[in-house]
């Protein structure tokens, strides 16, 4: 068990630049969570997957932000035409069965000049 | 308004003291989560609680949930260097994962010498 994974863990990018992160979660883990945290904040619900399935996408802050689970491994997370309020602590998380969320990765740390 | 409120926001206790964080729902939640979270970097998982009165402990933390299921405190006895961080609590707030967890704003904690 070598635990959730992300990268890159840090990320510095200009106004209006896409960028994504990857996730690779535990590896018998069923269950995916996409988290973002601002400064001085808890995280805050994006998305959730069921092996490949999305089952939630309504909390995604905008337009902008997309994910994606192909095969139900690991998982991605795009921001399109980055801007200066995304810039924050992107977390993911992976659980089996009916725990809701387990085991957290390090997160990808966004800075958007 | 925020949906959990975590008190207090900062606590700064000498080393050896007890300490009592608290976390407390508008709302009945089917679950609980206490995660610890180290400056910059991902969280790990302490204790969930389900049952309304529950309470689990793990080496020097002990986690209790009211009977009504709104509230939540987190004790931590004898205090170590090796305690302090963000402390965060979690709400699971209808059961089923698609949610996530709903999240306070943490707790700094701050262990002096």
């Known amino acids: 068990d070598t635990g959730v994974s992300q990268n890159p863990r840090h990320k510095i990018t200009k106004r209006g630049q896409n960028v994504t992160f990857r996730c690779d979660p535990i590896?018998?883990?069923?269950?995916l969570y996409w988290y973002r945290q601002t400064l001085g904040q808890g995280p805050e619900f994006l998305t959730y997957?069921?092996?490949?399935?999305?089952?939630?996408k309504s909390r995604l802050l905008s337009d902008r932000f997309s994910a994606e689970r192909p095969k139900g491994s690991f998982s991605t997370l795009e921001i399109q035409r980055t801007e200066q309020g995304d810039s924050a602590m992107y977390l993911c998380?992976?659980?089996?069965?009916?725990?809701?969320?387990?085991?957290f990765g390090p997160g990808t740390r966004l800075t958007v000049l | 308004s925020q949906e959990l409120e975590q008190s207090p926001q900062s606590l700064i206790v000498q080393e050896g003291k007890n300490l009592t964080i608290n976390c407390t729902s508008s709302?009945?939640?089917?679950?609980l989560y206490w995660y610890k979270q180290k400056y910059g970097e991902g969280l790990i998982f302490l204790m969930m609680?389900?049952?309304?009165?529950e309470e689990k402990s793990h080496e020097k933390i002990t986690a209790k949930l009211d009977e009504k299921k709104q509230q939540s405190s987190l004790h931590i006895t004898a205090s170590q260097p090796s305690h302090a961080g963000i402390y965060l609590c979690?709400?699971?707030?209808?059961?089923?994962?698609?949610?996530?967890?709903?999240f306070g704003k943490g707790t700094h904690l701050i262990i002096q010498p």
């Open positions: 998380a992976s659980s089996l069965g009916g725990v809701v969320a387990g085991t």
């Open positions: 590896s018998e883990h069923n269950r």
């Open positions: 997957f069921q092996n490949e399935a999305q089952l939630e």
């Open positions: 709302k009945t939640l089917y679950g």
């Open positions: 609680l389900q049952k309304g009165g």
């Open positions: 979690g709400a699971d707030r209808r059961g089923g994962g698609a949610d996530g967890l709903t």
